[in-house]
T-cell receptor
Framework: EPEVTQTPSHQVTQMGQEVILRCVPI?????FYWYRQILGQKVEFLVS????????KSEIFDDQFSVERPDGSNFTLKIRSTKLEDSAMYFC?????????????FGPGTRLTVT | GENVEQHPSTLSVQEGDSAVIKCTYS??????FPWYKQELGKRPQLIID?????GEKKDQRIAVTLNKTAKHFSLHITETQPEDSAVYFC??????????????FGTGTRLQVTL
């Protein structure tokens, strides 16, 4: 069964550094998402992406964040200047484009630790 | 925006007993309600979902009910087993084909099934 994959599984960075989190969505999916989960808390929406542009973003997704689909398979989240409060698990998700298919499939996550 | 409340935050049941987790949502336009199971350090896994045109859905030991008027939905797990132990999240979405609809998650319920 196809799965969403993410790399790296764990990223440690110093405050102020840039990080890029990578995701490979399921191949025929058309909708892509980034969520984050601070340890012990709920999953929070960051941004959605469709047709090569951002569809919606949350208040968390400020100017320090950006997303890109540089080729036909990867979907990346960049944090330009990391802060301590960016430490969290970041999940990528994707969803198919067929009519009435609403299910979002999550990747295994990247644990980001900002020191 | 949408707000999803989830109760209880923790639930301990004996093996073989039933477990019920309840969620309420605020946006009457939400029409898709998935439930995710998350084991420690793992990705959220979709276990069942329901759409607003259906009042109940069942899949083996798992069932979900939806009351659109009251804006609440519930997860029912019967004959619980130790492997059901995990954190369960409800979510709500204004899903539609052609829009990258985000999921708004509840705060999670930690279910522990004891022997």
């Amino acid at each position: 069964e196809p799965e969403v994959t993410q790399t790296p599984s764990h990223q440690v960075t110093q405050m102020g550094q840039e990080v890029i989190l990578r995701c490979v969505p399921i191949s025929n999916h058309l909708y892509f998402y980034w969520y984050r989960q601070i340890l012990g808390q709920k999953v929070e929406f960051l941004v959605s992406f469709y047709n090569n542009e951002i569809s919606e973003k949350s208040e968390i997704f400020d100017d320090q964040f950006s997303v890109e689909r540089p080729d036909g398979s990867n979907f990346t989240l960049k944090i330009r200047s990391t802060k301590l409060e960016d430490s969290a698990m970041y999940f990528c998700a994707s969803r198919g484009g067929e009519t009435l298919l609403y299910e979002q499939y999550f990747g295994p996550g990247t644990r980001l630790t900002v020191t | 925006g949408e707000n999803v409340e989830q109760h209880p935050s923790t639930l301990s049941v004996q093996e073989g007993d039933s477990a019920v987790i309840k969620c309420t949502y605020s946006d009457s336009a939400s029409n898709y309600f998935p439930w995710y199971k998350q084991e420690l350090g793992k990705r959220p896994q979709l276990i069942i979902d329901i759409r607003s045109n259906v009042g109940e859905k069942k899949d083996q030991r798992i069932a979900v009910t939806l009351n659109k008027t009251a804006k609440h939905f519930s997860l029912h797990i019967t004959e619980t087993q130790p492997e059901d132990s995990a954190v369960y999240f409800c979510a709500a979405s204004k899903a539609d084909t052609g829009t990258a609809s985000k999921l708004t998650f509840g705060t999670g319920t930690r279910l522990q099934v004891t022997l």
